[in-house]
């Protein structure tokens, strides 16, 4: 039931700037983590940020300094905002969302993905 739609992926020049977004819809129970995932042509997917509840982020190596996670807990919304980009940030860019059940079991869900591509 749960469903993750991503939104503003493009096509960007080098050195430009994007702002993702993630809206999660008909929830049942409280979402816990949030995540940004990505996977390049040739590559495993892998995490780019995640952001707790509370607010608390961390950040692959590959991006720290240049994009920023955040979200709405009211509105169910995550962003990811990208800045510096790099040809090599080119990827399928993927929300993902943990939901807690009340036993205490995590339930993890994927949107669609959106794609981003850099060029030089």
């Known amino acids: 039931q749960v469903q993750l739609v991503e939104s503003g992926g493009d096509l960007v020049q080098a050195g430009g700037s994007l702002r993702l977004s993630c809206a999660a819809s008909k929830i049942i129970f409280r979402i816990s983590i949030m995540a940004w995932y990505r996977q390049a042509p040739g590559k495993q997917r892998e995490l780019v940020a995640r952001i707790t509840r509370s607010g608390s982020t961390n950040y692959a190596d590959s991006v720290k300094g240049r994009f920023t996670i955040s979200r709405d807990n009211a509105k169910n919304t995550m962003y990811l905002q990208m800045n510096s980009l790099k040809p090599e940030d080119t990827a399928v860019y993927y929300c993902?969302?943990?939901?807690?059940?009340?036993?205490?079991?995590?339930?993890?869900?994927w949107g669609q993905g959106t794609q981003v591509t850099v060029s030089s």
């Open positions: 993902n969302a943990d939901l807690v059940r009340p036993d205490g079991e995590s339930l993890h869900y």
